[in-house]
């Protein structure tokens, strides 16, 4: 049970790097780039992506197409204030963002952003890996064997490796795509 529940966290800890991945920039236009930037929407705080449209034209274009026209300046001023370097057009009907080819130096910037991130999902790993450690030393009280708990220990290692493995597979992928021109 508790090598089930630590394969859970450390999953959990991997799909949430996965998602903040995808808000790094790779010299291409994705929607995902503006997720977690939110407007106020009569006066409740809403991701865009909850009050738009959101297309990628072409592979240098987001294009967002609020459901209400008086929502265009909230967007423009969301996206300004994200600080995310793009410098949004409002059309009167869409907000359009051109994202600029990415120089070396940035691209170097992007892949030291990308490490800190898998940095994070490493420290997260390892965390659980000790939470269930401690949860599996706490079984010897109850009267379970010390091969017994051994053998546990060396399960969860054997997780963590695991989940080790795929966080430096996630880095590389992130790394080649950033890289790659």
Known sequence: ??????????????????????????????ANMIDGISIDYYGV?????QASSITTPDARTIS????????????????????????????????RLNIPPMTEERRLEMVKKVKAEMEVARI??????????????????????????KIGEEQVQK??????????DMLAVKEKDIMSV
């Open 45 to 49: 705080p809403t991701p865009i992506n």
């Open 1 to 30: 049970m508790i090598l089930e529940m630590a394969e859970d966290s450390m999953l959990k800890a991997l799909r949430y790097t996965s998602s903040e991945l995808k808000k790094i920039r790779a010299g291409r236009a994705n």
């Open 64 to 95: 967002i197409r609020p459901f209400e026209k008086s929502l265009l300046s909230n967007i423009e001023r969301a996206i300004i204030n994200a600080n995310l370097g793009l410098a949004p057009t409002n059309d009167g009907e869409f907000v």
């Open 124 to 149: 997260n790993v390892r965390k659980v890996r000790q939470e269930s450690n401690d949860e599996i030393k706490k079984l010897k009280n109850d009267g379970v064997s010390e091969d017994a708990i």
């Open 159 to 168: 997780l963590t490796d695991k989940y080790m493995v795929k966080v430096d």
